[in-house]
C-alpha cells in the first residue's frame, strides 16, 4: 500500500528521543522531509544523523522549548525557510511529573499547563495559516491512555491531556473546510526513557524491583507486552498519510487493549 508521504513536509515536535524520534524515523523512511526539535541541540544532531542514514527526505533540526512562544515561532519559520510549507504536524511533549493532587504546587500546575497543552495550542495556531495556504494538512497530538482511563498518581497527565482531545474534537471540525485533518493518538505502555522513569518511580514507591514492577504492569496488558516505538510510529504515519482520508477529531488508543473502557 502507498502511503503518499514521499516529498511531503513534516515538523515533529519533541522527536530527539522516544516517541517522536520514531515517528522522524518512519517518516523519513517514506520520503518525507523532517525536522525534528527538543531542547537539547546536541541530542537533536545524534539523532539527525542517525536518521539520515535510512532516511529518503531531508532532516534538519532546530532546537526549541515548547515552553517558550518565541521558540516556537522561530521553530515554524525555519521549518519554512528549509522546506518552503509544512504540510504535517506532530504535538509531542515531555510528560508532566509524576503526583497526587496534594503533591502539586501552583508551579507544577501552571508547568504541566504551559508543557502539555498551551504548546499545542500555539504550535497549531503557529503552523496553521501555512497548512490552510497548502489547502491540506495532517496534525496529530500525542497524549496518553490517561484521556480515556486516568491512571492513578498522574493528575497532570489525566487533567490537561484530557483537553487535547477537547481541542482536537473541536478543531476536527472548525478545520474540516480546509481539508486539515487532526486526531489524538493516546500510548498506553511503549517502551521508551519515560516509561522506565515511570515504572522505577512505582517500583519504589511499591517496593518492588524494577523487573517485578514490569510484569506486574504487563499483567494488566492483554498482549502481555509492552508495545515497541516503531510500532507506535505506523500508526501515526497511517494517520498522517494520504490513505487516511475520512478520519478526523478522534482519539485512538495505542496500548496492547490495557484500557478498559470501551
Ligand atoms: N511512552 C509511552 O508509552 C507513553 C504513554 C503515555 C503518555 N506518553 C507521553 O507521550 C510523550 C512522549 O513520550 P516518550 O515516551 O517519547 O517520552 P520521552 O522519552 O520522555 O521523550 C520526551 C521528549 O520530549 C522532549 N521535551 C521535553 N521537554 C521539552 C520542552 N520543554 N520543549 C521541547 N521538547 C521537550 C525531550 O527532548 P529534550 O530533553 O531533548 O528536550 C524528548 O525528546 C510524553 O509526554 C509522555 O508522557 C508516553
Known sequence: MELGLSGKNALIIASSQGLGKAIAKKLAEQGVNVMISSRE???LEVVKNEILEQSKGKIKYKACDIKNNKDIQELVATTIHEFGSIDLLVNNAGGPPAGTFEDMTDEDWQHSFELNLLSYIRMIREVLPHMKNNGS???????????????P???LSNTFRTGIVGLTKTLATE???YQILINTVAPGRISTDRVAFLDETAAKKHGLTIE???R???STIPLGRYGEPEEFANYVSFLLSDLNTYMTGQTFLIDGGMVKSI
Request: no cysteine.
Open 41 to 43: 541541540e546536541n541530542k
Open 212 to 214: 517485578e514492577m514490569q
Open 175 to 177: 478545520l474540516a473546510s
Open 216 to 218: 506486574k504492569v504487563k
Open 137 to 151: 494538512g495532517k496534525i496529530v497530538n500525542i497524549a496518553s491512555s490517561s484521556v480515556k482511563e486516568p491512571i
Open 153 to 155: 498518581g498522574l493528575i
